[in-house]
């Protein structure tokens, strides 16, 4: 998991007590949703969002752990169950290198898994009172996360013609949910308004950089490396930033497109879209976009948090730009 870096070494405990805390949650009287639960939770994960929002929290030293803990579960549970449901979507078979729930159990008890996840998630705000500024923020996100996949759905195997589009999608899919763990992280410290934003901004920022990496990886890396088949989001019609600027840059481009357009796409034409991408340089510039966006995040960390929480902030910016998995 890219929290056992040691950039996350001053929440060690929390993170600890949190994995606790997620397989206690998923603890249910019917068997069959236990072993579902337990499953999903041992398939690891990363644990960016509630590892970010803990950090966050440490940007004040008066926070209690009871109060705050509850709240980290419920981000992670919430990330959790929408990839219970983007698995259906996609009707993938692994994730993180496991089986999904969906080629376990199947796509009905697994969507209701979800659903389930969602209610824990949500059940642990309202116990813990923490008041509608943060109920709101966590309904907003489950909000992105919905549109994110439906027009990912509707709008997939086209290759839009701005780059923006591209960027709004990644914004309500992966940056907005970070962007907000970092801000309920900094709310809980009795940050300032100020300070908050700023946090706010930050995990905007490692988030568009995070999901733009994601996208490379698919192109460049191993299928053992990145836990999915190499190439697996122009299987699927979800178009990224490097196939967007082929498509703009590329003598291939119409080449590119029909083989994007077409859902029963061969190994050989996948193979080939891949090959003109790189060829472009789109990777390249897919690493540029990466780059913008992890300056902008270390320039906005404030200067009035704990040195430790900000040289923690500072190095999860740079190694999200260096990972490769």
Known sequence: MLTTNKMFYIIKKDLSSLEDLL????ESPVELITDIGRHLISSGGKRIRPALYILATKSSDNVDKNYSMPLAMAIEMIHTASLVHDDVLDN?????????????????????????????????????????????????????????????????????????????????KTANFIAVSCELGAI????????????REYGYCIGMAFQIVDDILDLTSSS??????AGNDILQGVITLPVIYAYKHSSNAEELKNIIENRQMTHEDLTRAIDIVKQSDGIEFAKTK????????????????????????????????????
């Open 23 to 26: 397989y206690e949650t998923v």
């Open 92 to 172: 993938a078979a692994t994730r993180r290198g496991s089986a999904t729930a969906n080629a376990k159990w199947g796509n009905n008890i697994a969507v209701l898994t979800g659903d389930y996840l969602f209610a824990k998630a949500f059940a642990a705000i309202a116990k813990n009172d923490y008041g509608p500024r943060i109920s709101e923020l966590l309904a907003s996100i489950v909000c992105d996360l919905s549109e994110g996949e439906i027009l990912q759905n509707h709008f997939g195997y086209s290759i839009p013609e701005d780059f923006d589009v591209y960027y709004d999608r990644i914004a309500k």
């Open 188 to 199: 809980v410290a009795k940050q300032p308004e100020e300070n908050i934003k700023a946090l």
């Open 224 to 229: 053992k490396k990145i836990g999915k088949p």
């Open 290 to 325: 990466v780059t913008e966006f992890l300056n902008r995040a270390h320039a906005i960390i404030p200067n009035d948090i704990p040195e430790s929480v900000h040289k923690s902030f500072d190095a999860i910016a740079d190694f999200i730009g260096k990972r490769d998995y």
